[in-house]
């Protein structure tokens, strides 16, 4: 009898699709949600084919200090930007990334981001942008954990993906971040399929390379800015259908939260708040620290997630574990 | 024995999955291609996640004659229009639409035409639109068989979507009309879901109603024209996959088509060339027609077809039955 109670109690331990989430008002909002919308004849079951979940990707899905990964992507394409480029080593913003000072660098405004942006993730093919994304990211390293990036995801929230595709949702990423940069790797690193990556898209020239084929060139002007209300633009023009479950960790996912959160059904809106210096960070007015260059809970956004009822999920407090590996 | 025979031959027959496709080189072309990209170990097979088929929307799935359906979809909301801002009554394009003068109407320019799109498809939210184009696509009829437009879908274009997706392809519309108007009746009239539509768009202004809920308004801006080299644009954009296979009838699938039929394993492009004057319309310069409003088969593009392989359909040889009713 002890056996079979200790072999049953075992078998749900196996069986809770969220290992690294501490019990809490987090997770039991997280599971009700789904065996709400689930439930065969409930009240709030939802067709499956209407089960859509968002989620914002820097700072929800993944690490963002001290700097978006694509940032660092596009500092780090800079030398070589300027080995095919010589002119560009005396002009700025370029002369001061070429310089290596990690202050002057860290002071970058944000025109001067957008210019480097402008210079390494455009005037390229798709298919050597992609190239050149898939070796970068294979092979670069955080600063802090000294692992590649796609290993600080948060292993909670790839918990929560898998238990939500599992109970037939489709998880979209819907990113600030570049679409093109993501699509490369969110397959591998989250299980999203490209064509569930939304995110900043740029216009795309179509022309005809030596041989007559058909070449696509990633070109500076924007088509899709994917934050703030972008992201709802963004959902409406790819999906068509509004979430009934969205995730977000700033006020770029403000209006994505709110569009999901409106509306009849069982509806969830979360936000991730990095109050966790000590296993990853802590950062922001929510923690009643200074803005940063990353996507922050500011104290405006905290209170609507209040007044509205989103569940705030402290990293400290809601997660077992944050990473894969024991930091 | 003779029963057995009978009997397995019937089973053949039932079990055909273009049974409104005559047998030629068009119904061979897809079979052979579904068969090469399905079979497991098979040189050309493509893996499920990545069968990827996009369909042209007027004139390849649907008649497009004497007027695309969303046009005509715009003319008989003027009136409506009108009421509401009593002041268009006498500005044109507005004057002539509501004169009822066929000729007249049949003559608006194409500026005229865009005129009377953005006064008819823009300024509201996505919710009215959509209820409003919904209560029409049940009610209007086309004027030459007196059905509803959504009864005007090629049945041989139906099967064949329905085999593709038979074989785990995933079915686009890659559409120069509206996306948020193909939305609305895609699902129940081709079996594609909203997110596989991919259309001509506008920018969304993300606002708050009454109660503080978000509101969508649906602007004037294009976001994406989803012609020419737009549904290379679309495609890259929405799906972030080449197709494989890509079906289409005028110069406004060309670059859709280019792009799919390059690259490397089993690939089939296909136009649909309106020949048949009895059962639908014969028009265009490959018939040795002349030019009409609405998309056609250029002669350019016939020999771009012949000269690439592409797969040409003639609607009166290659198609047993063109609509699901006999007309």
Same mark, same amino acid.
């Given at each position: 009898?002890?056996?079979?109670?200790?072999?049953?109690?075992?078998?749900?331990? =196996?069986?809770?699709?969220?290992?690294?989430?501490?019990? #809490?008002?987090?997770?039991?909002?997280?599971?009700?949600?789904?065996?709400?919308?689930?439930?065969?004849? #409930?009240?709030?079951?939802?067709?499956?084919?209407?089960?859509?979940?968002?989620?914002?990707?820097?700072?929800?899905?993944?690490?963002?200090?001290?700097?978006?990964?694509?940032?660092?992507?596009?500092?780090?394409?800079?030398?070589?930007?300027?080995?095919?480029?010589?002119?560009?080593?005396?002009?700025?913003?370029?002369?001061?990334?070429?310089?290596?000072?990690?202050?002057?660098?860290?002071?970058?405004?944000?025109?001067?981001?957008?210019?480097?942006?402008?210079?390494?993730?455009?005037?390229?093919?798709?298919?050597?942008?992609?190239?050149?994304?898939?070796?970068?990211?294979?092979?670069?390293?955080?600063?802090?954990?000294?692992?590649?990036?796609?290993?600080?995801?948060?292993?909670?929230?790839?918990?929560?993906?898998?238990?939500?595709?599992?109970?037939?949702?489709?998880? &979209?990423?819907?990113? #600030?971040?570049?679409?093109?940069?993501?699509?490369? &790797?969110?397959? =591998?690193?989250?299980?999203?399929?490209?064509?569930?990556?939304?995110?900043?898209?740029?216009? !795309?020239?179509?022309?005809?390379?030596?041989?007559?084929?058909?070449?696509?060139?990633?070109?500076?002007?924007?088509?899709?800015?994917?934050?703030?209300?972008?992201?709802?633009?963004? !959902?409406?023009?790819? !999906?068509?259908?509004?979430?009934?479950?969205?995730?977000?960790?700033?006020?770029?996912?403000?209006?994505?939260?709110?569009?999901?959160?409106?509306?009849?059904?069982?509806? !969830?809106?979360?936000?991730?708040?990095?109050?966790?210096?000590?296993?990853?960070?802590?950062?922001?007015?929510?923690?009643?620290?200074?803005?940063?260059?990353?996507?922050?809970?500011?104290?405006?956004?905290?209170?609507?997630?209040?007044?509205?009822?989103?569940?705030?999920?402290?990293?400290?407090?809601?997660?077992?574990?944050?990473?894969?590996?024991?930091?």
């Amino acid at each position: 009898m002890f056996a079979l109670l200790a072999a049953s109690a075992q078998a749900i331990a =196996q069986t809770d699709p969220l290992p690294s989430w501490n019990d #809490g008002a987090a997770k039991k909002a997280i599971v009700a949600f789904v065996q709400a919308t689930t439930t065969q004849g #409930g009240a709030k079951f939802i067709a499956p084919e209407e089960r859509i979940a968002t989620f914002d990707q820097d700072g929800t899905l993944w690490v963002e200090h001290p700097i978006y990964t694509q940032v660092m992507y596009c500092l780090e394409k800079v030398p070589a930007l300027v080995a095919k480029k010589p002119e560009l080593a005396n002009v700025e913003p370029f002369k001061t990334v070429m310089s290596g000072n990690h202050d002057a660098i860290a002071k970058l405004t944000l025109p001067d981001l957008e210019k480097i942006a402008g210079a390494t993730l455009t005037g390229m093919s798709v298919e050597q942008f992609n190239a050149e994304v898939k070796q970068w990211i294979a092979t670069a390293k955080h600063p802090r954990w000294k692992r590649p990036y796609t290993e600080l995801t948060y292993q909670p929230m790839l918990e929560l993906m898998r238990y939500l595709r599992a109970n037939d949702f489709k998880t &979209y990423i819907v990113t #600030g971040g570049g679409q093109d940069f993501v699509r490369v &790797y969110a397959q =591998q690193v989250y299980g999203v399929p490209p064509e569930q990556v939304i995110g900043t898209a740029g216009t !795309i020239k179509y022309s005809y390379g030596h041989h007559g084929q058909p070449v696509l060139t990633k070109e500076p002007k924007l088509l899709l800015n994917d934050n703030d209300a972008g992201k709802v633009e963004g !959902i409406h023009f790819a !999906i068509g259908r509004k979430p009934y479950a969205a995730f977000g960790n700033s006020t770029g996912d403000r209006q994505m939260l709110e569009y999901t959160a409106a509306g009849d059904g069982a509806r !969830i809106a979360m936000l991730v708040l990095h109050d966790d210096a000590t296993r990853e960070y802590a950062y922001g007015p929510a923690n009643g620290l200074p803005d940063t260059k990353v996507g922050t809970l500011t104290q405006a956004l905290d209170d609507e997630a209040k007044k509205n009822g989103w569940v705030v999920i402290s990293m400290k407090n809601d997660w077992r574990r944050i990473f894969s590996f024991d930091p």
